[in-house]
Each structure stands twice: as C-alpha cells, then as structure tokens.
C-alpha cells in the first residue's frame, strides 16, 4: 500500500515594511494573537515559531467558528444539554514562512481553499499591532508558463490584464528590468490593460512575456479573456500553484520542512539566481 501524503501549495507573501528585520517582525507580528473577522468565523495565528535553526518560521493559519450551538448528551442522563461554544477550529492550515524571499508554503486542508488561505494570511498579519506602515498581499506561485499554455488553448483572446509590484529585494533576470523599471519611478502598483474585438497578438507585444512570468512568480496577477469553442473563457495567475507531497508519517515540523526544501530552493532560484529549477 502506497503511504498517504500531504500536498503544500507555494505562494509569494509581498510585505513592505519599515522593519530592518524581516525575520523578528513577522515572529512577532504572526504571534500577537491578532484576528481577522469575517461572516461567522475569525481568522488568526495560532502556535507560531522558528523551525530548528531557523531562520524559516512556522504555524497555523486557524479558521475558527464564531458561536456554535449543540446539544450534548451525557451518559447516564436522560435528556440532553443544549449549550453555546464559542470559537470553535473548524480548520487549520500548517504553513512555513521564509522571511528573506517572502516564499511560503501551506498545507491544502479541507475547509480551508488556497483563493482563502491567500486572502486571510495577509488580512491577519495587517490586524497585528506591528502593522503601522506595513503593506503585504499574497499570491500563489504558478510553474512557469503555465499561464501561457493555457491562453494557447484560446482561439482568441479579447482582454489581457496585469497588475504588478515591485520585488523586495529579490527579482530574476527574466523580469529584471521590468521590476527595477517599476522600483525607478517609486511605483507600489504596475497596472496594464489590453482589449481587442478581433482578438490580441500577444506574442508580438514582447514585452509581455516579462509581465506573465513576474505574475506567475507571485509578484502580481494576470488575466486573459478569451473564447474557446465559441465560449467565453478567463484564465489568471494563482489558480494553480506549486505543490509539492510530503509523506504523512512526517509529524515534526524540522521533517516536513526538509522534505519541502527542494522546492523552497528551486523557486528560490527564479528570483535570484537567474535559474529556473525544475518547476
């Protein structure tokens, strides 16, 4: 029998902050306690800590029901007890955080999707009492040209969107000059929108293809509209992340780390080193 894995999604945390160190505010920020509220359930950090030697972090994204109504039935008692709980889990997701590169990994639970997970991981850290001039959004890493096989499959594509931000501090020589071209005028957002009714050739605007692929390593998000087979089609970024198994025996967050370096490095390298690793 074949053992049982988890599977750990990968996406980019963008955080601006007037902190020197990354690594101690993000320890701190995620262990405040703070919460995001949202219909029925709070949002929050729980059991947050450095793994090992560090310097990546770890813990869990909790998603918690606010009040709760059962009814209990006691052995040895005739009736039942109905009784209110309060901030009940109703899931949590384990994720590391490497607080150089941004590049954090979680796991895919049930109760918890990878579009919430992305949405309330930055929505909690922005309620901790650090947030004072503090920006951060989070979006999933793609594997690269994944976004450009699936608009391939478009017979024509009448709206292309991106918005872009500026890496911090790490960019890659396929989108460097794009990134620091962004950074020069001091610009937080890059936004560009195409439309065409008789349909857009994206492979002839070429400076397109440093836009897809800084989207697609978490630095923003792209989107194309298109027909396919006379259907209106959308395809965007973040809708299909890295992920990579660890096998389900591995309990202790130093192991379930180390099963997930091989991944941490190879995306690390797109950023850095100009490489693009095996996905």
């Given at each position: 029998?074949?053992?049982?894995?988890?599977?750990?999604?990968?996406?980019?945390?963008?955080?601006?902050?007037?902190?020197?160190?990354?690594?101690?505010?993000?320890?701190?920020?995620?262990?405040?306690?703070?919460?995001?509220?949202s219909?029925?359930?709070?949002?929050?950090?729980?059991d947050?800590?450095?793994?090992?030697?560090?310097?990546?972090?770890h813990?869990?994204?909790?998603k918690?029901?606010?009040?709760?109504?059962?009814?209990?039935?006691p052995?040895?008692?005739?009736?039942?007890?109905?009784?209110?709980?309060s901030?009940?889990?109703?899931?949590?997701?384990?994720?590391f955080?490497?607080?150089?590169?941004?590049?954090?990994?979680?796991?895919?639970?049930?109760?918890?999707?990878?579009?919430?997970?992305?949405e309330?991981?930055?929505?909690?850290?922005?309620?901790?009492?650090?947030?004072?001039?503090?920006?951060?959004?989070?979006?999933?890493?793609?594997?690269?040209?994944?976004?450009?096989?699936?608009?391939?499959?478009?017979?024509?594509?009448?709206r292309?969107?991106?918005?872009?931000?500026?890496?911090?501090?790490?960019?890659?020589?396929?989108?460097?000059?794009?990134?620091?071209?962004?950074?020069?005028i001091?610009a937080?957002?890059?936004?560009?929108?195409?439309?065409?009714?008789?349909?857009?050739?994206?492979?002839?605007a070429?400076?397109?293809?440093?836009?897809?692929?800084?989207?697609?390593d978490?630095?923003?998000?792209?989107?194309?509209?298109?027909?396919?087979?006379?259907?209106?089609?959308?395809?965007?970024?973040?809708?299909?992340?890295?992920?990579?198994?660890?096998?389900?025996?591995?309990?202790?967050?130093?192991?379930i780390l180390?099963?997930l370096m091989?991944?941490?490095q190879?995306?690390?390298?797109?950023?850095?080193?100009?490489?693009?690793?095996?996905?």
């Open positions: 029998m074949s053992e049982r894995n988890h599977s750990y999604a990968f996406s980019k945390l963008n955080l601006r902050t007037p902190y020197p160190d990354k690594g101690a505010y993000l320890l701190e920020a995620l262990g405040s306690g703070a919460f995001y509220e219909t029925k359930h709070q949002w929050s950090f729980r947050v800590s450095v793994v090992a030697e560090g310097p990546q972090l813990g869990f994204l909790v918690a029901r606010d009040q709760k109504h059962v009814e209990q039935a052995p040895g008692q005739a009736g039942m007890t109905p009784q209110d709980l901030f009940i889990v109703e899931a949590k997701a384990h994720f955080l490497d607080p150089s590169s941004g590049i954090v990994s979680h796991q895919i639970v049930g109760g918890i999707t990878a579009l919430e997970f992305v309330r991981f930055p929505a909690v850290l922005l309620r901790s009492p650090q947030h004072t001039l503090v920006e951060a959004f989070m979006v999933a890493i793609e594997e690269r040209e994944e976004f450009l096989s699936a608009v391939g499959t478009l017979q024509k594509v009448t292309f969107s991106v918005t872009l931000h500026p890496s911090n501090p790490n960019n890659s020589h396929l989108w460097r000059d794009l990134d620091e071209q962004i950074r020069k001091k937080l957002t890059f936004r560009e929108e195409y439309e065409s009714s008789e349909g857009l050739d994206l492979e002839a070429g400076g397109m293809i440093d836009r897809i692929l800084m989207a697609e978490g630095l923003g998000v792209a989107c194309a509209e298109g027909e396919r087979d006379g259907k209106r089609q959308v395809i965007r970024t973040g809708t299909n992340p890295v992920v990579q198994a660890v096998p389900a025996s591995l309990e202790e967050p130093k192991g180390d099963a091989v991944r941490f190879q995306i690390r390298d797109r950023y850095r080193d100009g490489k693009d690793g095996d996905g």
